[in-house]
């Protein structure tokens, strides 16, 4: 077996039940001890029973657990599962659908659907945090996400051409050696294509696009462009290609093709956040464990109601 991965009879070994899932849990979000979310602050507390604590700093005497203020508050699911979860969504190249986990882990496929929309938000954590700007050589692309025109009933059909139609525009970038930025956009102009660059990648880079509209004009004082003409079967010049984040395109649509099936452009953002965490800091080359503590790193302040996710 790979040394940069565990078995799923390791994982239960090491997670046998609620209370090791608990203290694992505890333990990577509360280093230092339990603290309040609340305040803030970790002085004053007091242990309860069955992972209860009480902040004496509070008005009130305010009581919490390690769920709250995550993705895991007011879940009757036991955090093993919860972890488990987690296991199976950094281990899954393409994925997992939410009947699969409802058969791995025991519960309904309505609880897997929300606890894995939860999990996604987990993985929407400010992509740039901690590692900056992507920068050096970085590829940039767009895709469409959605159903073919042909495909659909009648009564369906746009009626208004052909490409993108009917779908959602995605923006990709992949810095070369390093890290993947990925998110839903509202239309493909130059205006908005250059703002998510000009946010996401250090002046002075190096950007390699096709030949679309929404980068003209890209080089110069911010960055240094490079294009490839798509239309005149030119894909590799040099150095110049963008067949990085055109990888990226193809593992997400095979996900979401074989995988999900279908994603609304109301949670599109969430599936693409899924799939670029596993491209970051859920990579394969990182040890299961490692990718495990990235994932429960972002579940803090990522809390989102069943409510929310079906308004």
Not at 52 to 70: E, K, M
Not at 157 to 173: Q, T, Y
Not at 249 to 262: D, E, P, S, T
Request: charged share 25%.
């Amino acid at each position: 077996m790979s040394r940069s991965t565990i078995s799923t009879f390791q994982l239960f070994e090491r997670f046998p039940d609620a209370e090791s899932a608990r203290l694992y849990l505890e333990g990577r979000l509360w280093p230092t001890g339990p603290v309040c979310p609340e305040c803030k602050s970790g002085e004053r507390i007091t242990a309860r029973k069955a992972g209860y604590y009480r902040c004496n700093a509070c008005p009130n005497d305010y009581t919490f657990t390690v769920r709250t203020g995550t993705i895991f508050e007011r879940s009757h699911v036991p955090l093993h599962k919860w972890v488990y979860a987690m296991y199976l969504l950094v281990t899954s190249r393409k994925g997992v659908s939410s009947l699969q986990m409802a058969k791995e882990i025991g519960v309904t496929q309505k609880t897997s659907w929300f606890m894995l929309q939860r999990l996604r938000e987990a993985c929407g954590s400010d992509p740039l945090a901690g590692g900056g700007k992507l920068g050096g050589d970085v590829e940039v692309d767009e895709c469409f996400i959605g159903g073919k025109e042909a495909n659909k009933h009648e009564r369906k059909r746009l009626h208004a051409g052909r490409g993108g139609v009917g779908k959602v525009a995605v923006i990709g970038l992949r810095e070369r050696g390093g890290r993947t930025v990925a998110m839903p956009i509202p239309d493909r102009s130059m205006g908005t294509m250059q703002s998510v660059i000009h946010a996401a990648v250090e002046v002075g880079s190096r950007v390699f696009t096709d030949e679309h509209a929404g980068y003209t004009d890209m080089d110069g004082l911010f960055f240094r462009h490079e294009t490839v003409n798509h239309a005149d079967k030119e894909y590799v010049r040099g150095d110049a290609h963008t067949n990085g984040i055109e990888s990226v395109w193809a593992v997400l649509k095979r996900g979401l093709h074989g995988v999900y099936h279908h994603a609304s452009p109301k949670h599109l953002h969430r599936y693409v956040d899924e799939f670029t965490f596993r491209l970051n800091a859920g990579n394969v080359a990182r040890h299961t464990l490692d990718r495990l503590d990235s994932f429960v790193d972002g579940v803090v302040g990522r809390r989102i109601t069943y409510k929310e996710l079906t308004a």
